[in-house]
Protein backbone atom coordinates (compact mmCIF):
# COMPACT_ATOMS: atom_id res chain seq x y z
CA UNK A 1 0.00 0.00 0.00
CA UNK A 2 1.33 3.99 -1.12
CA UNK A 3 1.60 5.19 2.20
CA UNK A 4 4.21 7.43 4.70
CA UNK A 5 6.60 5.10 7.02
CA UNK A 6 8.25 7.00 9.72
CA UNK A 7 10.92 5.08 11.73
CA UNK A 8 11.86 4.23 14.35
CA UNK A 9 8.38 4.49 16.53
CA UNK A 10 10.22 4.87 19.67
CA UNK A 11 13.98 6.83 20.28
CA UNK A 12 15.85 7.81 23.01
CA UNK A 13 18.86 10.52 22.96
CA UNK A 14 21.38 11.22 25.20
CA UNK A 15 23.22 14.38 26.17
CA UNK A 16 24.88 16.04 23.65
CA UNK A 17 24.02 13.16 20.76
CA UNK A 18 22.77 13.96 17.56
CA UNK A 19 19.42 11.36 16.09
CA UNK A 20 18.21 10.85 13.31
CA UNK A 21 14.34 10.04 12.02
CA UNK A 22 13.45 8.73 9.41
CA UNK A 23 10.70 9.32 7.05
CA UNK A 24 10.26 7.59 3.92
CA UNK A 25 6.95 7.77 1.27
CA UNK A 26 6.53 5.68 -2.35
CA UNK A 27 3.51 8.06 -3.06
CA UNK A 28 5.37 10.31 -5.50
CA UNK A 29 4.98 13.43 -3.92
CA UNK A 30 7.49 16.41 -4.13
CA UNK A 31 6.66 18.09 -0.71
CA UNK A 32 7.16 16.84 2.71
CA UNK A 33 7.18 17.87 6.09
CA UNK A 34 8.26 18.02 9.65
CA UNK A 35 6.27 18.73 12.44
CA UNK A 36 6.76 18.65 16.52
CA UNK A 37 3.82 18.23 18.35
CA UNK A 38 3.99 18.54 22.19
CA UNK A 39 1.26 17.52 24.57
CA UNK A 40 -1.59 18.84 24.52
CA UNK A 41 -0.72 21.08 22.11
CA UNK A 42 -1.04 21.32 18.13
CA UNK A 43 1.40 20.82 15.29
CA UNK A 44 4.15 23.24 15.04
CA UNK A 45 6.28 23.25 11.51
CA UNK A 46 9.84 22.57 11.79
CA UNK A 47 10.78 22.33 7.93
CA UNK A 48 9.64 21.90 4.86
CA UNK A 49 10.84 20.44 1.16
CA UNK A 50 8.89 21.24 -2.21
CA UNK A 51 11.19 19.57 -4.20
CA UNK A 52 14.61 16.82 -4.14
CA UNK A 53 17.84 18.97 -2.65
CA UNK A 54 15.64 22.01 -1.97
CA UNK A 55 14.68 22.69 1.73
CA UNK A 56 13.23 25.39 4.18
CA UNK A 57 12.85 26.49 7.62
CA UNK A 58 9.80 26.33 9.24
CA UNK A 59 8.26 27.92 12.48
CA UNK A 60 10.64 26.08 14.76
CA UNK A 61 13.98 24.99 12.89
CA UNK A 62 16.42 25.96 15.40
CA UNK A 63 18.54 22.85 16.52
CA UNK A 64 17.35 20.59 13.43
CA UNK A 65 18.33 19.99 10.53
CA UNK A 66 17.16 17.98 6.92
CA UNK A 67 17.89 16.92 4.05
CA UNK A 68 16.41 15.91 0.56
CA UNK A 69 18.71 13.94 -1.33
CA UNK A 70 15.58 11.43 -2.87
CA UNK A 71 12.09 12.10 -3.72
CA UNK A 72 11.07 9.41 -1.67
CA UNK A 73 13.22 10.29 1.73
CA UNK A 74 13.32 13.26 3.84
CA UNK A 75 15.20 12.45 6.96
CA UNK A 76 15.02 15.05 10.22
CA UNK A 77 18.21 15.49 12.32
CA UNK A 78 17.24 16.04 16.19
CA UNK A 79 21.15 17.80 17.55
CA UNK A 80 22.67 18.76 20.62
CA UNK A 81 21.86 22.12 19.79
CA UNK A 82 17.79 21.51 20.49
CA UNK A 83 17.59 21.82 24.19
CA UNK A 84 13.76 20.49 24.41
CA UNK A 85 14.05 17.65 21.67
CA UNK A 86 11.09 15.34 23.64
CA UNK A 87 8.15 15.54 21.61
CA UNK A 88 5.72 13.41 19.35
CA UNK A 89 7.66 14.17 15.70
CA UNK A 90 5.07 13.45 12.60
CA UNK A 91 6.51 13.90 8.88
CA UNK A 92 4.05 14.38 5.91
CA UNK A 93 3.87 14.74 2.20
CA UNK A 94 1.40 15.84 -0.43
CA UNK A 95 1.71 16.06 -4.42
CA UNK A 96 3.03 19.51 -4.73
CA UNK A 97 3.62 22.42 -1.99
CA UNK A 98 0.93 24.58 -3.71
CA UNK A 99 -1.36 22.27 -4.36
CA UNK A 100 -4.96 22.53 -2.69
CA UNK A 101 -4.19 18.21 -2.27
CA UNK A 102 -4.43 17.19 1.67
CA UNK A 103 -1.16 16.40 3.03
CA UNK A 104 -0.88 12.93 4.44
CA UNK A 105 0.67 11.98 7.62
CA UNK A 106 2.92 9.04 8.91
CA UNK A 107 2.27 7.44 12.36
CA UNK A 108 5.04 9.79 14.23
CA UNK A 109 8.21 9.24 16.00
CA UNK A 110 8.14 9.53 19.92
CA UNK A 111 11.68 11.27 20.92
CA UNK A 112 12.82 11.12 24.57
CA UNK A 113 16.15 12.02 26.33
CA UNK A 114 17.57 9.59 28.48
CA UNK B 1 -3.65 32.90 7.37
CA UNK B 2 -6.91 32.97 9.03
CA UNK B 3 -7.15 31.44 12.74
CA UNK B 4 -10.07 29.34 13.59
CA UNK B 5 -12.11 28.39 17.25
CA UNK B 6 -13.07 25.63 17.83
CA UNK B 7 -14.92 24.05 21.64
CA UNK B 8 -12.16 22.03 23.15
CA UNK B 9 -14.35 19.32 23.78
CA UNK B 10 -18.04 17.67 23.00
CA UNK B 11 -19.95 14.48 23.67
CA UNK B 12 -21.98 12.69 21.13
CA UNK B 13 -24.08 9.27 21.55
CA UNK B 14 -22.85 6.20 19.39
CA UNK B 15 -24.77 5.75 16.62
CA UNK B 16 -26.09 9.16 16.38
CA UNK B 17 -24.85 12.20 14.01
CA UNK B 18 -21.82 14.39 15.30
CA UNK B 19 -21.61 17.75 14.62
CA UNK B 20 -17.75 19.84 14.87
CA UNK B 21 -18.36 23.43 14.77
CA UNK B 22 -15.61 25.29 13.57
CA UNK B 23 -15.37 29.18 13.66
CA UNK B 24 -13.09 31.23 10.54
CA UNK B 25 -14.63 34.06 10.98
CA UNK B 26 -11.36 35.77 9.09
CA UNK B 27 -10.94 33.84 6.42
CA UNK B 28 -10.49 35.17 3.10
CA UNK B 29 -11.40 34.56 -0.33
CA UNK B 30 -8.79 31.57 -1.08
CA UNK B 31 -8.22 30.21 2.22
CA UNK B 32 -9.60 26.19 2.08
CA UNK B 33 -10.71 24.16 5.02
CA UNK B 34 -9.64 21.51 5.79
CA UNK B 35 -10.41 18.47 8.69
CA UNK B 36 -7.74 16.26 10.20
CA UNK B 37 -8.27 14.08 13.44
CA UNK B 38 -6.34 12.27 15.45
CA UNK B 39 -5.96 9.23 17.75
CA UNK B 40 -4.19 9.30 20.45
CA UNK B 41 -0.33 8.70 19.49
CA UNK B 42 -0.87 8.33 15.97
CA UNK B 43 -0.16 10.37 13.12
CA UNK B 44 -3.48 13.03 12.04
CA UNK B 45 -6.09 11.54 9.83
CA UNK B 46 -7.04 13.53 6.43
CA UNK B 47 -11.02 13.80 6.63
CA UNK B 48 -12.20 16.19 3.88
CA UNK B 49 -11.45 19.67 2.89
CA UNK B 50 -13.65 22.54 0.87
CA UNK B 51 -13.40 25.98 -0.37
CA UNK B 52 -17.24 27.22 -1.10
CA UNK B 53 -19.49 24.36 -1.23
CA UNK B 54 -20.42 21.25 1.23
CA UNK B 55 -18.84 18.50 0.80
CA UNK B 56 -19.42 14.72 1.27
CA UNK B 57 -16.82 11.69 0.83
CA UNK B 58 -16.94 8.28 2.35
CA UNK B 59 -15.88 9.66 5.93
CA UNK B 60 -17.94 12.62 6.44
CA UNK B 61 -19.61 16.04 5.16
CA UNK B 62 -18.67 19.23 5.59
CA UNK B 63 -21.04 21.82 5.98
CA UNK B 64 -19.48 25.80 4.89
CA UNK B 65 -21.72 28.34 5.60
CA UNK B 66 -22.45 31.24 2.53
CA UNK B 67 -20.44 34.10 4.05
CA UNK B 68 -17.87 31.13 4.94
CA UNK B 69 -16.78 32.48 8.21
CA UNK B 70 -17.71 29.23 10.02
CA UNK B 71 -18.17 25.23 8.80
CA UNK B 72 -19.58 22.10 10.77
CA UNK B 73 -17.97 18.56 10.19
CA UNK B 74 -20.48 15.83 10.21
CA UNK B 75 -20.08 12.20 10.84
CA UNK B 76 -23.12 11.00 10.31
CA UNK B 77 -22.99 8.04 12.53
CA UNK B 78 -20.62 8.12 15.29
CA UNK B 79 -18.46 5.02 16.12
CA UNK B 80 -17.03 4.44 19.48
CA UNK B 81 -13.86 4.59 16.75
CA UNK B 82 -14.64 8.28 16.07
CA UNK B 83 -13.19 9.17 19.50
CA UNK B 84 -10.42 11.56 18.37
CA UNK B 85 -9.13 14.94 18.37
CA UNK B 86 -10.64 16.64 15.23
CA UNK B 87 -8.65 19.98 13.78
CA UNK B 88 -10.04 22.51 11.47
CA UNK B 89 -7.42 23.94 9.75
CA UNK B 90 -7.03 27.07 7.27
CA UNK B 91 -5.32 27.38 4.53
CA UNK B 92 -4.33 29.49 1.39
CA UNK B 93 -4.87 28.10 -2.01
CA UNK B 94 -2.47 28.02 -4.70
CA UNK B 95 1.09 29.87 -4.46
CA UNK B 96 1.88 30.83 -1.11
CA UNK B 97 5.20 30.16 -0.13
CA UNK B 98 5.65 29.43 3.38
CA UNK B 99 1.61 30.35 4.12
CA UNK B 100 0.64 26.59 2.09
CA UNK B 101 1.79 24.99 5.68
CA UNK B 102 -1.19 23.77 7.92
CA UNK B 103 -1.60 25.29 10.94
CA UNK B 104 -2.77 22.72 13.59
CA UNK B 105 -4.45 24.49 16.90
CA UNK B 106 -5.63 22.39 19.61
CA UNK B 107 -8.98 20.92 18.09
CA UNK B 108 -12.00 19.43 19.61
CA UNK B 109 -11.97 15.99 21.42
CA UNK B 110 -14.79 14.30 19.90
CA UNK B 111 -15.44 11.63 23.19
CA UNK B 112 -18.39 8.81 21.52
CA UNK B 113 -20.21 7.37 24.45
CA UNK B 114 -21.80 3.79 24.25
Known amino acids: DGGITQSPKYLFRKEGQNVTLSCEQNLNHDAMYWYRQDPGQGLRLIYYSQIVNDFQKGDIAEGYSVSREKKESFPLTVTSAQKNPTAFYLC?????????????FGDGTRLSIL | DAKTTQPPSMDCAEGRAANLPCNHS???????VYWYRQIHSQGPQYIIH???NNETNEMASLIITEDRKSSTLILPHATLRDTAVYYC???????????????FGTGTLLAVQP
Open chain 2, 89 to 103: IVRVGGYGGATNKLI
Open chain 2, 26 to 32: TISGNEY
Open chain 2, 50 to 52: GLK
Open chain 1, 92 to 104: ASKPGHNSNQPQH
